[in-house]
């Protein structure tokens, strides 16, 4: 009895931990290139204009950085999904955050892939 609470306690702390860095590194990635391009206005080095092999987004300054905002949404939403998570002490919410968390990053990629 005593380690299964243990185990469930362990679980917990590593799928919201995960969840966390994971999409924590995903809000923090695209909020910073928001910042950088929309708000800075440092497109040095971005090739926009739709030149070569790059995605749809690329087309400009503005759909590029209001693009990387989007995308910032549902990591932080997931975020917070976590942390409620954690606070509640649900064990299945946890998991289906880490789950959404991940195929959050597997859209952003197909769609970058996409264009």
């Known amino acids: 009895m005593e380690s299964a609470r243990q185990y ?3 679980s917990l702390w590593l799928t ?3 969840t966390f860095v994971i999409g924590g590194f995903g ?3 695209n909020l910073m290139e928001w910042y950088t391009v929309g708000v800075q206005g ?10 070569g ?3 749809d987004y690329y087309s400009s300054a503005e ?5 990387m905002l989007g ?3 549902p990591f932080l939403i997931l975020l917070c999904m976590s942390l409620w998570c954690f606070i509640k002490r649900k064990e299945l919410g946890a998991f289906v955050c880490l789950g959404l ?3 959050t990053w597997l859209f952003m990629f197909m769609y970058g892939l996409s264009n």
């Open 53 to 55: 092999p790059v995605p």
């Open 101 to 103: 968390t991940l195929l």
């Open 71 to 73: 995308w910032s949404f």
């Open 8 to 10: 469930r306690g362990l």
């Open 42 to 51: 440092n497109t040095a080095g971005y090739p926009f204009g739709g030149e």
């Open 63 to 67: 759909r590029y950085s209001n693009t």
């Open 27 to 29: 809000a923090l990635l």
């Open 16 to 18: 919201t931990g995960l």
